[in-house]
């Protein structure tokens, strides 16, 4: 005897196959995700310093080297204009400022005049290129141990000209030739007078080289204050006006300026170096306090610009779905994700 079937028996099997996924479609292959590229971390601050010219005074910047250092600030490119140029050009061939101190007391200013009758009484210049030159072994620019860049003048053009390549002493040379003390200095096509015409103290060009963070050695003359008492002295209070202005606009874009107080030194007191230097390290000594603040000031904007960059993103946000009911009361279903 046949056993009744209940009645809908058949539905059974169906539901049973619904429920297994048997009509479900297959789930799509993982996409593959790209490798994230490692963020590099923040490079470390590159500092440069930018030597004024101005003669004699120049031996200050020795002053300011020797206090950077002995804080544990180290320009890693240098630029010079005159006679920022001369000690500049020691400091990149890997001098360090006691090396250069000593240097400074053994000169012996006579041997880098060579006058010439001929032109009007004008130093030539050459035995200052040939100084630097034995100086720094005839090493060019490209083989010193830091950039290095010396600004001088086009006379034809007035265009300021930063070397930093070829002859070292040419270079300074260049950058040194005082108007009216020195002959121009012609190399190639061009001739060169002093770079302190169009940029006294040559932050621009420390930039150049890649500096982040600049810090200016201002020595150039500032006005008396009083009223010449000849033409030649009206004529040289204007030109250190004039001087005075442009540097200020440049000045400007440093991060921290120096100013050794070396106004009552003359250009041609090769006497007072040492005073020079003590002067370069007192002014040293009085901005290093916001040089520490402004340069660690960098740092923690690099810092954080970095932690941003790794910053874990933040998680997707669920997808909303929604049940799709159909076929035999919702029994059949599945879900649709928008």
């Known amino acids: 005897m046949t056993p009744l079937r209940p009645r809908f028996s058949w539905l059974l099997p169906l539901l049973l196959l619904a429920g297994c996924g048997g009509n479900t479609r297959p789930s799509p292959p993982p996409a593959a995700v790209a490798p994230v590229a490692p ?14 010219g101005g003669a004699a005074k120049g031996f200050a910047h020795i002053g300011v080297i ?3 250092e002995a804080n544990g600030i180290q320009p890693v ?11 500049g050009a020691l400091y990149a061939s890997g001098m360090d400022p006691f090396q250069m101190q000593k240097q400074a007391f053994a000169l012996d200013e006579t041997k880098i ?3 010439r009758l001929f032109s009007g009484g004008l130093v030539q210049g050459q035995a200052l290129q040939d100084y630097v030159n034995d100086l720094l072994g005839g090493r060019p620019i490209e083989k010193l141990k830091k950039p290095f860049a010396a600004v001088a003048t086009q006379l034809e053009t007035g265009e300021r000209t930063v070397f930093v390549r070829g002859n070292v002493g040419q270079a300074v040379r260049a950058s040194s030739s005082i108007p ?14 002093d770079g302190g015409v169009v940029s006294p103290v040559p932050v621009d060009a420390a930039r150049q080289l890649g500096a982040d963070f600049v810090i200016a050695v201002d020595i150039s003359s500032k006005a008396s204050g009083t009223r010449p008492g000849s033409m030649l002295g009206i004529v040289n209070q204007s030109i250190t006006i004039m001087g005075q202005k442009l540097g200020e606009q440049e000045l400007a874009r440093a991060d921290v300026v120096v100013r050794p107080r070396v106004n009552e030194i003359g250009p041609a007191d090769f006497e007072q170096k040492n005073n020079a230097i003590l002067e370069g390290e007192r002014a040293a000594m009085a901005v290093m306090p916001r040089i520490r603040e402004k340069l660690e000031q960098l740092r923690r904007q690099r810092q954080a610009a970095y932690a941003a960059k790794i910053a874990p993103a933040a998680p997707a946000r669920p997808a909303e779905c929604s049940d799709e009911g159909f076929r035999l009361g919702k029994l059949w279903g599945r879900k649709k994700c928008e």
């Open 39 to 52: 963020v590099p971390p923040p490079a470390p601050v590159k500092v440069g310093i930018a030597l004024g």
């Open 113 to 115: 005049r060579d006058v």
């Open 66 to 68: 020797k206090m950077l």
């Open 180 to 193: 009216g003390v020195f002959e121009p200095v012609v190399i190639g096509k061009a001739t060169y007078i």
């Open 77 to 87: 490119v240098v630029s010079g204009t005159s006679a920022g140029s001369v000690v």
